[in-house]
């Protein structure tokens, strides 16, 4: 039963069973779209994430200490096998080490705000804050169509 298997994948405590995860989430469900919107101000950048409700989400590991907010929506969050439910409006802070499975009970407005002294593009700012993984069960033609679904996300750019 899809519910069944995705409760216990959720509660998993390891990078091996939020990779298995990933790979059913690949496998069993509706490609999910998201909206990101960048903003860059002098020494911050800022990153909004926006998802539909219903959908299920695995993050990176985010490298370093940052803050963010939950500006709009529900979302369960596992960390470590461990659920917490944030209702907007939240504010709270990333640790390093967390890597988040997330299940949104309501469309979702997320933003996190990362220092930027040296005026780098949201790319570079991803690299340096969180670490690549990449997850051994996907082939690389997987990997293929998820750049396709990546390259499908609704990008907008605010800057002072």
């Not at 991803?126 to 082939?139: A, G, K, P, Q």
Request: with cysteine; charged share 30%.
């Amino acid at each position: 039963d899809l519910l069944i298997m995705t409760e216990e994948l959720i509660h998993t405590k390891s990078n091996e069973g939020i990779d298995t995860l990933e790979r059913f989430i690949f496998d069993n469900l509706e490609p999910a779209l998201e909206k990101l919107t960048h903003t860059f101000t002098p020494g911050l950048y800022s990153r909004r994430w926006e998802a539909d409700a219903g959908t299920l989400w695995v993050t990176r590991k985010h490298l370093s200490r940052h803050q963010f907010v939950i500006l709009k929506g529900k979302v369960s969050v596992w960390v470590d096998g461990e659920e917490t439910i944030y209702e907007a409006p939240y504010h709270g802070i990333t640790e390093p080490g967390t890597r988040r499975i997330l299940y949104l009970h309501s469309d979702t407005c997320w933003t996190t705000f990362h220092a930027n002294p040296e005026e780098l593009n949201e790319d570079e700012i991803v690299e340096l804050i969180t670490e690549v993984h990449d997850n051994n069960l996907f082939s690389d033609e997987d990997e293929k169509q998820l750049n396709f679904v990546r390259s499908h996300i609704e990008k907008q750019y605010l800057s002072n």
